[in-house]
């Protein structure tokens, strides 16, 4: 099966531009999460949506991170003004939506991530 | 031997030997848990994962190790190879209602295999 992609694979912006990335899951995959990955560090998520709605986005900073996922399918995440501290890998994952009954009879579902988008802010 | 360095921990260990990773974790209403490996330039890539009702799980070369008492995993490498270089992340899964599952992510591990 073809994995998740996501582009671009590196971009460079001086701080105060904005920036936008582009995620497509595995076909099929309900669930779509963004993770912001700072160097040495765990990915930490940011918003996650279940087809066109959002389950938690309690971690993204709204006032300057914004992210859709109009038809279910592709998502896109938006960075407008950019900071310094915002200089981190954007990994999107993708995994089947798993009822809770399932999950807990050993139906699980693990995250299936892309290359990510390596984000340099200057 | 393990040491902590300013972001990662790191794990260097001889080609050939075997590799134990730690990992705590702190929701104990997790229902699972999975091992990621994480290559330079690439995104997380699912090693093994272990329910919260096992205590040991075994794959090809690598065994995932989980003591609910003290909530720590361990993921163990045998034969330790290059190729196992990397970063390691061991997630906690809880279910969240009808909406799907929340991973949380643990800080990582860098594996260092010495020729």
């Known amino acids: 099966e073809a994995g998740v992609a996501q582009s671009p694979r590196y971009k460079i912006i001086e701080k105060r531009q904005s920036v936008a990335f582009w995620c497509n899951p595995i076909?099929?995959?309900?669930?779509l999460y963004w993770y912001q990955q700072i160097l040495g560090q765990g990915p930490k998520l940011l918003i996650q949506f279940q087809n066109n709605g959002v389950v938690d986005d309690s971690q993204l900073p709204k006032d300057r991170f914004s992210a859709e996922r109009l038809k279910g399918v592709d998502s896109t995440l938006k960075i407008q003004p950019a900071k310094l501290e915002d200089s981190a890998v954007y990994l999107c994952a993708s995994s089947l939506w798993v009822p809770g009954p399932l999950v807990r009879t050993g139906e699980n579902s693990p995250l299936h991530f892309g290359n990510g988008t390596r984000l340099t802010v200057t | 031997g393990e040491s902590v360095g300013l972001h990662l921990p790191t794990l260097s260990v001889q080609e050939g030997d075997n590799s134990i990773i730690n990992c705590a974790y702190s929701n104990s209403a997790s229902d699972y848990f999975i091992w990621y490996k994480q290559e330079s330039g690439k995104g997380p890539q699912f090693i093994i994962d272990i329910r919260s009702n096992m205590d040991k799980r075994q794959g090809q070369r690598v065994t995932v190790l989980l003591n609910k008492t003290v909530k720590h995993l361990s993921l163990q490498i045998a034969a330790t190879q290059p190729g196992d270089s990397a970063v390691y992340f061991c997630a906690e899964i809880w279910f969240r209602g009808n909406y799907g599952q929340n991973f949380v992510f643990g800080p990582g591990t860098r594996l260092s295999v010495l020729p």
């Open positions: 076909s099929g995959h309900a669930t």
